[in-house]
Structure formats: C-alpha cells, structure tokens
C-alpha cells in the first residue's frame, strides 16, 4: 500500500494461520504495514478484501526466502549497456535507501532537539542497515555523527546538513533514471560506492600540467582508519587535484608529495559533476623549483557565486579548494577572520596558535592563503607571503 511518496509496498495475510508477508526491508517482522492491514481487515471484519487461491508471484517469492523489491522497473530489466554496468552497485542499494527515508522522516517527525537524547544503539541500528546495503561511506558518516557531543556549539547545524544530505541523496535515488552519468557517480561516491582505479587510470578525463603542492592535510576519521589529503594546482589550467590516500592500522601512508614542490604529470579525474579527486597517470616528474606565488580570488562576493556554482553541480561537495589572494588576517572577538581588498571578511578555521601564526607571516601585509570552504568557514593549510611558501 502507499505510505510515502514514490514508496509501495506489497502486504499480504494469511488468513488461516495469521502469517504476514510484506515487501519491505524492515526488522522485526511483522512490519508496521503489515500489522496496520491486519488491524483494517479486522476493523472491516473481512469485507473488501478479496481472498485469493493462487498466491502472487512476489508472495512465493518471500516464502522461499527469495528477495523481493519494492522498487519500478529500472534500467537493469532490459539489458544492460556499459552505462548501466557502472551503477549496478547503486541499484543494489535499493533497500538500504528505503531503510535511511523511513529512519528520516521519523526523526523530521519527533524533531531535531530529541536527537541529543538518543542512546548510541540509536545511530549504530541504521549504520548497520546502510553498512548491509554496501552504503559504508554513508553508513561511516552516520556513525560518526552519533558521536559528535551535542556540547559543540555548532552541532545542530552540522546534524542537520548532514540529514538533509541524506535526504537529497534518497530523493536523487528515486529520479535517477533522469540524472546525468556525472551525477550518478557522485551519489555513489557519497554512499560509499567506489569506482576502481584502474577504471579511472583507463578511462577518467586526463588533464597534462605543471602542478603545484599547495596543501596537504591528515586527517583521522575512525579508529585505525586515517586519511591524507594533497591539493595540486595547475599552472596552466587552474584546475585543483585531490590525491586521497589511507591508513589503516599502524601500516602508515605511502610515501607522499611535499608541499610547496612543483612537477609535471598527467592526471585521471574520478568522474563527477564537479571532479577534484584524481590519481597521478604516468610519469611524475620533479621541477627544480618551489611555489613562489598562489593566484586567487581577491574579491569574496566572486568566491562565493563560485562557490554557490560548484554546489550547484555536485550537492554533496564535502569541501571546496581555494585560493585568497591579497587578504590580511585579523582576529575578531574570540575567532581569526581574513578581510579582502572590500574589507569584507571570511570566518577562519584555525586553532588560536594558527591564527597568530597567519597573523605575524602577513605582518598586517596582504599575501595569499590556500585552503578547503566547507560552506561554514575556511580551513587554511598553506600561504605565500612576499615569495616565501608556508605551510599551515
């Protein structure tokens, strides 16, 4: 029966023994569809309800353990092009969507302020279910959300971005039989769904430049698990590339790129509708020259439509890399901004002895930053200040 938009499921009772059946995903049975059938057909006490001898297809499916969807017809059913092969693995997590809107519009019912009371088992129910319907990047971020204390004095802002991610994430499943490739790749990515390097190596849009190291970054993101980040700049195209790399356990990162180091090579872009993350394709050679100057943006109300376009195009950019040229650090109150050529000014994300670091390079002088605008503040990692590259 419908019980949401784009959402039906199928409920059957067994009128002779009290058996249910249902389609959807959800534990324990029996569902709440299928126990609100059985309270309207005693309600009605039998009538309108039409008793059938030959049981459905999807009803001998359930009862040899067989799995059944719930959603329409899709591209899979009619043959598959090399398009299709590329997002069998999003169809697939079909029901793993179901499970995150059901679990959404519950919580967008008892409201944001309960979430703060929830026991911990609360979160790890529905990262289980995403983590079984292979989303372990969306399950992950679920997970570590549950342990964001709700004492951070910016927790319900970032609670509620990431729901609402979510939910865009759900809504774009159901359309995407109208979303472009591009699109479909970084749903997928934002699931946890990835796509092998040797697919990108082969296929992924190269681009050919002499690249700056303006920016490196490690970050932990559960336990044994770690990431690093390093940010290229081309000099050519003006294009940013982010080279991701993992550590699990005590294994350590490969050995990586130093800041502030110049080289020329190829690289292969993961496909999106905003692509960033690449892997170097070929030769890396090293020029014997240092990052003496990072051009930028000097104007904020020109950053941020830039910004605004990228989201436009790609909903769940995590983070968007920049360069502010000719901005002067300050501090203001009990935080650090930048102000730009305007006098307008830009929050930063910095510890405090950060901050004062940035403060005393520029010398109340303008020079140059780079860093990632998470839609909230800007995280610096590097500057350039008369000549000299700086890491941050």
Same mark, same amino acid.
């Given at each position: 029966? @419908?019980?949401?938009?784009?959402?039906?499921?199928?409920?059957?009772? =067994?009128?002779?023994?009290?058996?249910?059946?249902?389609?959807?995903?959800?534990?324990?049975?029996?569902?709440? *569809?299928?126990?609100?059938?059985?309270?309207?057909?005693?309600?009605?006490?039998?009538?309108?309800?039409?008793?059938?001898?030959?049981?459905?297809?999807?009803?001998?499916?359930?009862?040899?353990?067989? @799995?059944?969807?719930?959603?329409?017809?899709?591209?899979?059913?009619?043959?598959?092009?090399?398009?299709?092969?590329?997002?069998?693995?999003?169809?697939?997590?079909?029901?793993?969507?179901?499970?995150?809107?059901?679990?959404? *519009?519950?919580?967008?019912?008892?409201?944001?302020?309960?979430?703060?009371?929830?026991?911990?088992? !609360?979160?790890?129910?529905?990262? &289980?279910? #995403?983590?079984?319907?292979?989303?372990?990047?969306?399950?992950?971020?679920?997970?570590?959300?549950?342990?964001?204390?709700?004492?951070?004095?910016?927790?319900?802002?970032?609670?509620?971005?990431?729901?609402?991610?979510?939910?865009?994430?759900?809504?774009?499943?159901?359309?995407?039989?109208?979303?472009?490739?591009?699109?479909? *790749?970084?749903?997928?990515?934002?699931?946890?769904?990835?796509?092998?390097?040797?697919?990108?190596?082969?296929?992924?849009?190269?681009?050919?430049?002499? !690249?700056?190291?303006?920016?490196?970054?490690?970050?932990? #993101?559960?336990?044994?698990?770690?990431?690093?980040?390093?940010?290229?700049?081309?000099?050519?195209?003006?294009?940013?590339?982010?080279?991701? =790399?993992?550590?699990?356990?005590?294994?350590?990162?490969?050995?990586?790129? =130093?800041?502030?180091?110049?080289?020329? &090579?190829?690289?292969?872009?993961?496909?999106?509708?905003?692509?960033?993350?690449?892997?170097?394709?070929?030769? !890396?050679?090293?020029?014997?020259?240092?990052?003496?100057?990072? @051009?930028?943006?000097?104007?904020?109300?020109?950053?941020?439509?830039?910004?605004? &376009?990228?989201? &436009?195009?790609?909903?769940?950019?995590?983070?968007?890399?920049?360069?502010?040229?000719?901005?002067?650090?300050?501090?203001?109150?009990?935080?650090?901004?930048?102000?730009?050529?305007?006098?307008?000014?830009?929050?930063?994300?910095?510890?405090?002895?950060?901050? !004062?670091?940035?403060?005393?390079?520029?010398?109340?002088? @303008?020079?140059?930053?780079?860093?990632?605008?998470?839609?909230?503040?800007?995280?610096?990692?590097?500057?350039?200040?008369?000549?000299?590259?700086?890491?941050?």
């Amino acid at each position: 029966m @419908p019980v949401q938009e784009g959402l039906v499921h199928s409920v059957a009772i =067994d009128t002779e023994n009290g058996k249910f059946c249902c389609t959807c995903s959800f534990r324990p049975k029996p569902c709440v *569809h299928a126990m609100a059938l059985k309270v309207l057909s005693d309600r009605e006490e039998g009538q309108g309800f039409a008793p059938v001898e030959e049981l459905p297809d999807w009803v001998s499916a359930l009862l040899a353990g067989q @799995p059944v969807g719930n959603r329409a017809p899709n591209r899979l059913a009619t043959g598959k092009t090399k398009e299709q092969r590329h997002f069998e693995r999003l169809e697939r997590a079909a029901h793993g969507f179901e499970d995150l809107e059901a679990w959404l *519009h519950d919580t967008a019912r008892r409201g944001l302020a309960t979430v703060v009371s929830e026991d911990p088992k !609360w979160w790890e129910g529905i990262a &289980a279910r #995403l983590a079984d319907a292979s989303m372990t990047g969306l399950s992950r971020t679920l997970r570590l959300t549950g342990q964001m204390p709700a004492t951070e004095p910016d927790w319900a802002e970032r609670t509620a971005s990431i729901f609402a991610s979510c939910y865009l994430a759900v809504r774009a499943f159901r359309k995407r039989d109208t979303l472009p490739e591009p699109l479909l *790749h970084d749903l997928q990515q934002f699931i946890g769904i990835n796509i092998k390097k040797e697919s990108v190596l082969s296929s992924g849009e190269k681009v050919s430049d002499t !690249w700056a190291i303006v920016g490196q970054i490690e970050e932990h #993101l559960e336990e044994r698990l770690s990431m690093r980040s390093t940010w290229l700049l081309g000099a050519k195209t003006g294009r940013f590339g982010r080279l991701l =790399d993992y550590s699990f356990g005590s294994d350590g990162f490969p050995p990586g790129f =130093d800041p502030g180091s110049i080289s020329q &090579a190829t690289l292969a872009f993961y496909p999106s509708a905003y692509p960033l993350r690449a892997l170097v394709a070929g030769d !890396w050679a090293a020029v014997p020259k240092k990052v003496e100057k990072m @051009p930028g943006f000097e104007d904020f109300e020109i950053f941020a439509l830039c910004w605004s &376009a990228a989201l &436009a195009a790609q909903p769940w950019l995590s983070c968007f890399p920049a360069v502010w040229a000719d901005v002067i650090p300050v501090q203001s109150g009990s935080r650090f901004v930048v102000l730009d050529k305007n006098q307008k000014t830009m929050p930063l994300d910095v510890s405090e002895m950060t901050g !004062w670091k940035m403060v005393a390079l520029s010398g109340g002088r @303008p020079f140059s930053i780079f860093g990632e605008w998470n839609g909230i503040a800007f995280r610096p990692l590097s500057a350039v200040a008369e000549g000299r590259f700086v890491t941050l």
